[in-house]
């Protein structure tokens, strides 16, 4: 069963950045299309961006277009979401997931247990 590990998280101040990062110990990523997702309180959760097995291909949602970048690094085993210019409403739980052999969009089929983002001054 995949199991799938996010960090990164943390409290960073409007503007500022970092970077979340994905792994699955014991199991090869680059079989998995990878997708980020978020859910802050009271909201439905949130699609924000998912990357193909090979890394070819990529999407991202309207509202962190431009900010955020997905890439992988199926050497190391490994998926990022490198987030710049955060601002206070990206601030929520974010999850990794992953789809086997598959493609984006993803239907969810392995979820990690979600690492915190907090922007705020």
């Known amino acids: 069963q995949l199991q799938l590990v996010e960090s990164g998280g943390g409290l960073v101040q409007p503007g500022g950045s970092l970077r979340l990062s994905c792994r699955s110990p014991g199991f090869t990523l680059g079989y998995y299309a990878i997708g980020w997702f978020r859910q802050a309180p009271g909201k439905e959760r949130e699609g924000i961006s998912c990357i193909s097995k090979d890394g070819s291909s990529t999407n991202y949602a309207d509202s962190v277009k431009g900010r955020f970048t997905i890439s992988r690094d199926n050497a190391k085993n490994l998926v990022y979401l490198q987030m710049n210019s955060l601002k206070p409403e990206d601030t929520a739980v974010y999850y990794c997931?992953?789809?086997?052999?598959?493609?984006?969009?993803?239907?969810?089929?392995?979820w990690g247990q979600g690492t915190q983002v907090t922007v705020s001054s």
């Open positions: 997931a992953a789809d086997y052999l598959s493609s984006c969009p993803l239907r969810g089929d392995y």
